[in-house]
């Protein structure tokens, strides 16, 4: 099946500065891989997605990059703000048939520092 | 309202008491899915359902049951739970796999 492994595990930034999380993952037949956000004690929530078909996503301050070849994909949060401070999870999966479900990688807990 | 709901929120029992979370969702998903959170282990599924009665395990099945008899709800059963199931479970639907997954807000069960 499916394996995500999410660096790093925890990532301490100033306050308008740049944040990136990184995943490589390892079925090369994935090709959906969303990022979700976990704010303490609330719900996972989808912020952003990109399809094997698109290099490159971007909402707001918020982009993600995928490199196929390499099998890894990375977020970007740039111009950081307090609200941005939680747990975020990469993962991925293959639309359509196949056995496995969605894989998610073990988190990245960011802290953004006033 | 579009939502997941799962009851019970939190849940203490002991250990072999056979016990059932619900989960039910109101946006006609065809994909519904059960995970597992554990600190430094992220989200595991446990198991997921492509449709009405179509389950599959997903990388923590044992120790765990779900049924998918009608569209809208996917129960998780522990037929008899252990302290290792202690853990915060999530319940999510989505159209597919590859779409959004909206997760329910969570049970917090402890096994004693």
């Known amino acids: 099946g499916e394996n995500v492994e999410q660096h790093p595990s925890t990532l301490s930034v100033q306050e308008g500065d740049s944040a990136v999380i990184k995943c490589t993952y390892s079925?090369?037949?994935?090709?959906?891989f969303p990022w979700y956000k976990q704010e303490l004690g609330k719900r996972p929530q989808l912020i952003i997605d990109i399809r094997s078909n698109v290099g490159e996503k971007k909402d707001q301050r918020i982009a993600v990059t995928l490199n196929k070849t390499a099998k890894h994909f990375s977020l970007h949060i740039t111009e950081t703000q307090p609200e941005d401070s939680a747990v975020y999870f990469c993962a991925a999966s293959r639309a359509g048939g196949g056995a496995d479900g969605l894989t998610f990688g073990k988190g990245t807990h960011l802290i953004i520092q006033p | 309202e579009a939502q997941v709901t799962q009851n019970p929120r939190y849940l203490i029992t002991v250990t072999g008491k056979k016990l059932t979370v619900t989960c039910s969702q109101n946006?006609?998903?065809?994909?519904m899915s059960w995970y597992r959170q554990d600190p430094g282990l992220g989200l595991r599924q446990i198991y997921y359902s492509m449709n009405v009665e179509v389950t599959d395990k997903g990388d923590v099945p044992e120790g765990y049951k779900v049924s998918r008899k009608e569209k809208r709800n996917f129960p998780l059963i522990l037929e008899s739970p252990s302290p290792n199931q202690t853990s915060l479970y999530f319940c999510?639907?989505?159209?597919?796999?590859?779409?959004?997954?909206?997760f329910g807000p969570g049970t917090r069960l402890t096994v004693t």
């Open positions: 999510a639907s989505a159209r597919d796999k590859a779409y959004e997954q909206y």
């Open positions: 079925d090369s037949a994935s090709n959906y």
């Open positions: 946006m006609n998903h065809e994909y």
